[in-house]
């Protein structure tokens, strides 16, 4: 009787072991939130090549290659949009290879472009930092990399909501696309995300001064983040980091804003 009531003990405890071990979040590398800006304030043909730039990215075997060189050999990615609100455009995806990688750049070319008014990049961080918390996986490294042609204009100002992002271990990577189109920009967009958006350990940015730059500049930072290489390695001539500036008012998007209402 002992000898049975052992084996029943021993079988419970194996499915028990099971259960844990599929109830387990999966390793991955990288857990990587990739939060594109689709305000008013981006033309259809910059949010066209925008699009275009992480399509042709996720098929180039430079960043196959990438995600298959980590420890794990994979990679969690999800596709977001946002301008004053944010929608998850793409579902939290599994990268190992060159067949996943070109499965979620076909999914991302078939979406639909769209556009949403304001421009929160608290609202869009706030909205990542969710994601992270809903996904079945387990990341090495969590980064949100985000792009945008304006400063924050609506909700929490943007330090609070970068600083709230990093102090849950979070990397914030910024694109600030700075071609010069609309009354929503400033000329200096690449200092601002600098000092109130981007942060963590590692964290870095590329500007894109011109529509041309978007392809190259979205491979190069996404080789950049899933890879680890450092920033200097790979960065293109056309392509610098903003000048740090100890001082920057965080605010200037905000008050651009007051000033609209009240004109």
Same mark, same amino acid.
């Given at each position: 009787?002992?000898?049975?009531?052992?084996?029943a003990?021993?079988a419970?405890a &194996?499915?028990?072991?099971?259960?844990e071990a599929?109830n387990?979040p999966?390793?991955? +590398?990288?857990?990587?939130v990739?939060?594109? !800006?689709v305000?008013?304030?981006?033309e259809?043909?910059?949010q066209?090549?925008?699009r275009?730039g992480y399509?042709e990215a996720?098929?180039?075997p430079?960043i196959?290659?990438a995600?298959r060189s $980590?420890?794990? /050999?994979?990679?969690?990615v999800t596709?977001?949009?946002w301008?004053?609100?944010?929608?998850?455009?793409?579902?939290?995806?599994? @990268?190992d $290879?060159?067949e996943?990688?070109?499965k979620?750049?076909?999914?991302?070319r078939?979406? %639909? &472009?769209?556009r949403?008014?304001?421009?929160?990049i608290s609202n869009a961080?706030?909205?990542?930092r969710r994601?992270f918390? &809903?996904? %079945?996986y387990? /990341?090495?490294?969590?980064?949100i !990399? @985000?792009s945008? +042609?304006?400063?924050?204009?609506?909700?929490?100002?943007? %330090?609070?909501?970068r600083?709230?992002?990093v102090?849950?271990?979070?990397v914030?990577d910024g694109l %600030?696309i700075m071609?010069?189109? $609309?009354?929503?920009?400033?000329? !200096?967009?690449?200092?601002?995300?600098?000092e109130?958006?981007i942060?963590?350990?590692?964290?870095?940015?590329l500007?894109?001064?011109d529509? +041309?730059?978007?392809?190259?500049?979205?491979?190069r930072?996404?080789?950049?983040?899933i890879?680890?290489?450092?920033?200097s390695?790979? &960065?293109?001539p056309?392509?610098?980091?903003?000048?740090?500036?100890?001082?920057y008012n965080?605010f200037v998007?905000?008050?651009m804003?007051?000033r609209? @209402?009240?004109?």
């Amino acid at each position: 009787m002992k000898t049975v009531c052992g084996l029943a003990v021993a079988a419970l405890a &194996l499915l028990g072991g099971r259960a844990e071990a599929e109830n387990r979040p999966l390793a991955v +590398d990288l857990e990587l939130v990739l939060a594109v !800006d689709v305000s008013y304030s981006m033309e259809i043909d910059e949010q066209r090549s925008q699009r275009t730039g992480y399509v042709e990215a996720f098929l180039r075997p430079e960043i196959v290659e990438a995600i298959r060189s $980590g420890p794990w /050999g994979r990679i969690a990615v999800t596709y977001v949009e946002w301008g004053g609100t944010a929608v998850q455009v793409l579902p939290w995806t599994l @990268i190992d $290879g060159r067949e996943t990688s070109a499965k979620f750049a076909e999914k991302l070319r078939q979406q %639909p &472009l769209r556009r949403i008014s304001f421009t929160s990049i608290s609202n869009a961080l706030a909205f990542s930092r969710r994601l992270f918390q &809903l996904n %079945p996986y387990a /990341g090495r490294r969590r980064v949100i !990399d @985000i792009s945008g +042609d304006g400063p924050n204009n609506a909700g929490t100002p943007a %330090p609070v909501a970068r600083n709230n992002t990093v102090a849950q271990g979070i990397v914030i990577d910024g694109l %600030p696309i700075m071609l010069n189109r $609309g009354s929503a920009s400033i000329p !200096d967009l690449d200092a601002y995300f600098k000092e109130c958006v981007i942060g963590g350990q590692g964290a870095f940015l590329l500007r894109v001064s011109d529509i +041309d730059q978007f392809s190259e500049a979205i491979f190069r930072k996404l080789l950049t983040e899933i890879s680890g290489l450092t920033l200097s390695r790979l &960065l293109l001539p056309s392509l610098h980091l903003a000048d740090y500036r100890p001082v920057y008012n965080c605010f200037v998007g905000e008050e651009m804003h007051e000033r609209r @209402i009240r004109e």
